[in-house]
């Protein structure tokens, strides 16, 4: 079995930063690209930074210069830096992860519990 772990959330004030961490788990062989996604409430998911198994990301255009994703290959450890917080930044986030549990080429998708991230005065 697999876990993903979110943690890092909590309540910060507009303008401050916060650090998520994704941890993964479990019987893994290799983790592939991995995702941070929100979800605010009445809200969908949305997708706010990924990075693949080369380190190259990708940012939403709302989190561009404010957020960034990095990953800890040997910790089998996402980070996702949030500065610059604002209030419609609040929402639960949960990461997304494409790893593989064995030799066999194919990944499988796994999501953590999410963290909840609210940014209020």
């Known amino acids: 079995q697999v876990q993903l772990v979110e943690s890092g959330g909590g309540l910060v004030l507009p303008g401050g930063s916060l650090r998520l961490s994704c941890a993964a788990s479990?019987?893994?062989?290799?983790?592939?690209?991995v995702g941070w996604y929100r979800q605010a409430p009445g809200k969908q998911r949305e997708l706010v930074a990924s990075?693949?198994?080369?380190?190259?990301?990708n940012y939403a255009d709302f989190v561009k210069g404010r957020f960034t994703i990095s990953r800890d290959v040997a910790k089998n450890t996402v980070y996702l830096q949030m500065n610059s917080l604002k209030p419609e930044d609040t929402a639960v986030y949960s990461c997304?992860?494409?790893?593989?549990?064995?030799?066999?080429?194919?990944?499988?998708?796994?999501w953590g519990q999410g963290t909840r991230v609210t940014v209020s005065s």
């Open positions: 997304n992860a494409a790893i593989r549990t064995d030799s066999s080429p194919r990944y499988y998708s796994y």
């Open positions: 479990g019987s893994i062989y290799s983790i592939g690209a």
């Open positions: 990075i693949s198994t080369s380190g190259s990301t």
